[in-house]
């Protein structure tokens, strides 16, 4: 049998392919995107990705619905922007097995919140896996499509950052075949949901579940490993991994189905041991239900609630080792910043020097709150930009309505910014939006959008016209500009923050990280002439990585600006600011 | 059943070629036999942040992260990123970096300076500590772009992996366009003098 070495996330793509999945489709958000990045090389998988969360699951659920087999995949946040379908998916249940991958965020890497996603398994009644290493995210993938068809159930698979994107050995095996073809069954009393329809599926949703907690007993993903006895300790996902480090002694019943618990498995577990605790990340989401059943069990007293695990921290928590000492030594930090050439960056200078109050969104662009820069205000989840700068102009003053600006990304715009600018419109708000048009889905690692002209599986499609469908909605005022000319950038921004009606700039330059022939292309290299540079530090206030401050080496405050040619791309910013003339075209 | 782990820590800017790095050390001890674990975080830190990458490897592993203060190597690609990563190292550890300085923001911006003596605390702490210049090794085989493969090999000399596994772990991870280059800055990273103090 072929061995290799995988990320969860692609375990979770070949499992997906080893089950017969037929249809993938997701929105792109860390640390889940690989999934679908993955699934695109199996060319039996139709992977595609849609504008958001919602529109993703609604793809999978019409696949499911018309008998295939189908995946869909997103971070934690974006399953609240999926629950509406989720929620009601549950009571028609499915027709090919329907798997929903959630990917949380424990220590927020890279996210806004940390929600425990295990809540919605509870909340909407399914039933939700929990893999503990990669080989594991590729046999829960495959049982979790088996289990939606045996139970009529969509079913939830929660991974974690360190489970999405730690590697390790995963056996191979080959796609399953023999299932149904898929095909039109016409079948209302199940799909469609009105209120008569949905009454006679809501007992069988209770009783789906109580079966499914009975079943999880004798299920093998669910497994009681007794060793020292004076210790138990229930425990999932990658926290079992890191119990099995710190205490390798204690007894561990680790629940591959989170939900729902298996209750007879744990009152026996209970039984035979001493002092029983669970060791989970983030909310006691199983600690509580054990109490509830009547059972003594020590969790979240001991195990922090925020934050990620670690076998440290676990180590610390059962008072085996002391918290690690800080030092109390500082070394400059190293924080991601927008990349050299970034069409972002022309942008936030430009709202800075006018001193905006920016509402801002989810992108790389949210970096533009970072120092020098320092031009966001807000930063909510994704689309919510444009629906704050309503909001806050409908309270200010008239002279700070003026100030008000919401900057969003085009896949961001995309995914939830276009309904707040149909209500900015339709409710006659005065503000100001930016639309970064970059042409990628940059944050996540460049992944194609509706605005890109190409689909995942690299197909060329239609590429959305910003001005054609601001117009459309109504807005009477779209600028398009070239974000690299800070005269221009800053002289539009003055004259639509002053307009009281609702006006849309957008930027027209792509990210420099986009490797598509012909989108962008990297200009001449500039350099700073020695003689001319005062060392006013005019070109630091970009936060151009590509721009040293190099110290005059006495001692004293003195010094030049350097740019390394490496880096620079040759946007031409720079120059812009430098008034005497110091930076030009390198020779 | 002894089942000693062996810990690795690679640490650096993204960019530098890190995860390709430990991708490579990764497939030359599966080939060799042993189980393998590695985790880094991918996503915020890919525009220029800090980068850290775990590997462990032994008969089974559990934990896919190096618990604090366990590392047997540290494999820096930047000077205050190693120092910075020094409390992952248990006491006696072995560090290899590369000799290179990488500003942040706030030293490209004037507002801090990088530190100083770096390479000099380091040994101070760690007495076993190599420090090569990857760059120059590199574009002694032919790519500066390869420091992270020279680095590599340096590593390669302490862990009980047979040069095979190696080159057949290249093979199998570097494009080929670039495999020779890289073949060569790994075997002049192996050929580095690195004897315990």
């Given at each position: 049998?072929?061995?290799?070495?995988?990320?969860?996330?692609?375990?979770?793509?070949?499992?997906?392919?080893?089950?017969?999945?037929?249809?993938?489709?997701?929105?792109?958000?860390?640390?889940?995107?690989?999934?679908?990045?993955?699934?695109?090389?199996?060319?039996?998988?139709?992977?595609?990705?849609?504008?958001?969360?919602?529109?993703?699951?609604?793809?999978?659920?019409?696949?499911?619905?018309?008998?295939?087999?189908?995946?869909?995949?997103?971070?934690?946040?974006?399953?609240?922007?999926?629950?509406?379908?989720?929620?009601?998916?549950?009571?028609?249940?499915?027709?090919?097995?329907?798997?929903?991958?959630?990917?949380?965020?424990p220590?927020?890497?890279?996210?806004?919140?940390?929600?425990d996603?295990r809540?919605?398994?509870?909340?909407?009644?399914?039933?939700?896996?929990e893999?503990a290493?990669?080989?594991?995210?590729?046999?829960?993938?495959?049982?979790?499509?088996?289990?939606?068809?045996?139970?009529?159930?969509?079913?939830?698979?929660?991974?974690t950052?360190r489970?999405?994107?730690?590697?390790?050995?995963?056996?191979?095996?080959?796609?399953?075949?023999?299932?149904?073809?898929?095909?039109?069954?016409?079948?209302?009393?199940?799909?469609?949901?009105?209120?008569?329809?949905?009454?006679?599926?809501?007992?069988?949703?209770?009783?789906?579940?109580?079966?499914?907690?009975?079943?999880?007993?004798?299920?093998?993903?669910?497994r009681r490993e007794?060793r020292?006895?004076?210790m138990g300790i229930i425990t999932s996902g990658v926290c079992y991994q890191y119990v099995r480090e710190a205490l390798p002694d204690a007894s561990t019943l680790k629940l591959?189905?989170v939900?729902?618990l298996?209750?007879?498995?744990i009152?026996?577990f209970a039984?035979?041991v001493?002092k029983l605790y669970v060791v989970e990340e983030l909310d006691p989401f199983i600690e509580e239900q054990v109490r509830?059943?009547?059972?003594?069990v020590t969790g979240k007293e001991l195990i922090p609630v925020c934050g990620e695990l670690t076998p440290g921290r676990i180590r610390t928590a059962f008072g085996l080792?002391?918290?690690?000492?800080?030092?109390?030594?500082?070394?400059?930090?190293?924080?991601?910043?927008?990349?050299?050439?970034?069409?972002?960056?022309?942008?936030?200078?430009?709202?800075?020097?006018?001193?905006?109050?920016?509402?801002?969104?989810?992108?790389?662009?949210?970096?533009?709150?970072?120092?020098?820069?320092?031009?966001?205000?807000?930063?909510?989840?994704?689309?919510?930009?444009?629906?704050?700068?309503?909001?806050?102009?409908?309270?200010?003053?008239?002279?700070?309505?003026?100030?008000?600006?919401?900057?969003?990304?085009?896949?961001?715009?995309?995914?939830?910014?276009?309904?707040?600018?149909?209500?900015?419109?339709?409710?006659?708000?005065?503000?100001?939006?930016?639309?970064?048009?970059?042409?990628?889905?940059?944050?996540?690692?460049?992944?194609?959008?509706?605005?890109?002209?190409?689909?995942?599986?690299?197909?060329?499609?239609?590429?959305?016209?910003?001005?054609?469908?601001?117009?459309?909605?109504?807005?009477?005022?779209?600028?398009?500009?070239?974000?690299?000319?800070?005269?221009?950038?800053?002289?539009?921004?003055?004259?639509?923050?002053?307009?009281?009606?609702?006006?849309?700039?957008?930027?027209?330059?792509?990210?420099?990280?986009?490797?598509?022939?012909?989108?962008?292309?990297?200009?001449?290299?500039?350099?700073?002439?020695?003689?001319?540079?005062?060392?006013?530090?005019?070109?630091?206030?970009?936060?151009?990585?590509?721009?040293?401050?190099?110290?005059?080496?006495?001692?004293?405050?003195?010094?030049?600006?350097?740019?390394?040619?490496?880096?620079?791309?040759?946007?031409?910013?720079?120059?812009?600011?430098?008034?005497?003339?110091?930076?030009?075209?390198?020779? | 059943?002894?089942?000693?782990?062996?810990?690795?820590?690679?640490?650096?800017?993204?960019?530098?070629?890190?995860?390709?790095?430990?991708?490579?050390?990764?497939?030359?001890?599966?080939?060799?036999?042993?189980?393998?674990?590695?985790?880094?975080?991918?996503?915020?830190?890919?525009?220029?942040?800090?980068?850290?990458?775990?590997?462990?490897?032994?008969?089974?592993?559990f934990s896919?992260i190096?618990p604090?203060?366990?590392?047997?190597?540290?494999?820096?690609?930047?000077?205050?990123?190693?120092?910075?990563?020094?409390?992952?190292?248990?006491?006696?550890?072995?560090?290899?970096?590369?000799?290179?300085?990488?500003?942040?923001?706030?030293?490209?911006?004037?507002?801090?300076?990088?530190?100083?003596?770096?390479?000099?605390?380091?040994?101070?702490?760690?007495?076993?500590?190599?420090?090569?210049?990857?760059?120059?090794?590199?574009?002694?085989?032919?790519?500066?772009?390869?420091?992270?493969?020279?680095?590599?090999?340096?590593?390669?000399?302490?862990?009980?992996?047979?040069?095979?596994?190696?080159?057949?772990?290249?093979?199998?991870?570097?494009?080929?366009?670039?495999?020779?280059?890289?073949?060569?800055?790994?075997?002049?990273?192996?050929?580095?003098?690195?004897?315990?103090?």
């Amino acid at each position: 049998m072929k061995k290799e070495i995988l990320s969860g996330n692609e375990a979770i793509a070949r499992g997906a392919y080893e089950a017969g999945c037929r249809v993938a489709c997701a929105y792109p958000g860390t640390p889940s995107t690989e999934i679908l990045e993955n699934t695109v090389n199996y060319k039996e998988i139709d992977s595609s990705w849609a504008p958001n969360e919602k529109v993703a699951l609604e793809v999978a659920i019409g696949a499911s619905f018309g008998g295939g087999r189908a995946l869909c995949t997103m971070k934690h946040v974006g399953v609240n922007v999926a629950a509406d379908p989720l929620f009601t998916l549950s009571y028609t249940g499915v027709n090919g097995g329907l798997v929903l991958i959630t990917a949380d965020d424990p220590e927020m890497h890279s996210s806004q919140n940390e929600q425990d996603n295990r809540n919605y398994a509870k909340f909407a009644k399914v039933p939700m896996l929990e893999p503990a290493d990669s080989q594991e995210c590729k046999e829960f993938t495959r049982l979790a499509f088996e289990l939606s068809e045996q139970y009529d159930t969509p079913v939830m698979l929660r991974t974690t950052t360190r489970i999405s994107h730690s590697k390790s050995v995963v056996t191979l095996d080959e796609r399953v075949g023999g299932l149904a073809e898929p095909k039109l069954v016409k079948n209302a009393a199940k799909l469609v949901m009105l209120p008569g329809n949905a009454r006679v599926r809501h007992p069988f949703v209770e009783e789906r579940i109580k079966k499914l907690s009975e079943a999880g007993a004798t299920m093998a993903v669910n497994r009681r490993e007794l060793r020292d006895t004076s210790m138990g300790i229930i425990t999932s996902g990658v926290c079992y991994q890191y119990v099995r480090e710190a205490l390798p002694d204690a007894s561990t019943l680790k629940l591959g189905m989170v939900h729902p618990l298996p209750k007879a498995l744990i009152r026996e577990f209970a039984a035979q041991v001493d002092k029983l605790y669970v060791v989970e990340e983030l909310d006691p989401f199983i600690e509580e239900q054990v109490r509830a059943m009547g059972i003594a069990v020590t969790g979240k007293e001991l195990i922090p609630v925020c934050g990620e695990l670690t076998p440290g921290r676990i180590r610390t928590a059962f008072g085996l080792q002391q918290p690690p000492a800080d030092s109390g030594e500082r070394l400059p930090g190293r924080p991601p910043n927008m990349c050299p050439g970034c069409p972002h960056r022309g942008v936030f200078f430009a709202l800075n020097q006018l001193k905006a109050y920016v509402t801002g969104d989810i992108g790389c662009y949210t970096l533009g709150f970072m120092p020098p820069l320092s031009a966001m205000d807000t930063c909510v989840c994704m689309g919510a930009s444009i629906g704050m700068a309503t909001g806050v102009s409908k309270v200010v003053s008239a002279e700070e309505k003026k100030r008000v600006v919401a900057v969003i990304g085009d896949s961001t715009f995309l995914h939830t910014g276009i309904n707040g600018l149909m209500d900015m419109v339709y409710n006659n708000s005065t503000s100001t939006v930016v639309i970064l048009d970059n042409r990628i889905t940059a944050m996540t690692g460049r992944q194609d959008n509706p605005a890109s002209g190409f689909t995942l599986m690299d197909d060329p499609s239609h590429r959305i016209d910003f001005p054609l469908l601001c117009k459309s909605l109504g807005v009477k005022h779209i600028r398009v500009i070239n974000p690299f000319d800070l005269e221009q950038t800053q002289n539009v921004l003055r004259e639509e923050m002053e307009r009281p009606e609702t006006s849309v700039i957008i930027t027209d330059k792509p990210c420099v990280l986009v490797k598509r022939e012909g989108v962008f292309q990297k200009g001449p290299v500039y350099a700073v002439e020695v003689e001319k540079c005062t060392g006013c530090r005019a070109c630091l206030k970009i936060g151009c990585p590509a721009i040293e401050w190099r110290p005059a080496g006495d001692g004293s405050k003195k010094g030049t600006a350097f740019i390394d040619p490496l880096l620079c791309t040759g946007c031409d910013v720079c120059r812009q600011l430098c008034k005497f003339e110091a930076i030009g075209r390198a020779k | 059943m002894n089942n000693r782990i062996t810990n690795i820590l690679l640490v650096g800017v993204g960019g530098q070629g890190i995860l390709l790095a430990a991708e490579v050390l990764s497939e030359a001890v599966l080939l060799a036999g042993f189980d393998v674990k590695k985790s880094e975080i991918h996503g915020m830190s890919q525009r220029g942040g800090s980068v850290v990458s775990h590997v462990r490897y032994g008969t089974e592993v559990f934990s896919p992260i190096v618990p604090e203060g366990e590392g047997d190597i540290l494999f820096g690609f930047e000077l205050m990123e190693t120092y910075r990563s020094l409390p992952l190292l248990k006491q006696g550890g072995a560090v290899v970096a590369n000799d290179l300085r990488i500003a942040p923001p706030s030293v490209l911006m004037g507002q801090e300076a990088y530190p100083e003596g770096v390479t000099e605390r380091i040994r101070e702490r760690f007495p076993d500590f190599l420090l090569l210049d990857g760059q120059k090794l590199a574009g002694e085989a032919g790519n500066v772009r390869a420091a992270n493969t020279v680095l590599l090999g340096a590593v390669s000399r302490r862990l009980d992996i047979e040069e095979q596994y190696w080159l057949q772990a290249l093979e199998k991870m570097v494009p080929k366009k670039a495999l020779e280059v890289n073949k060569k800055a790994f075997l002049l990273g192996r050929s580095s003098d690195w004897s315990k103090p």
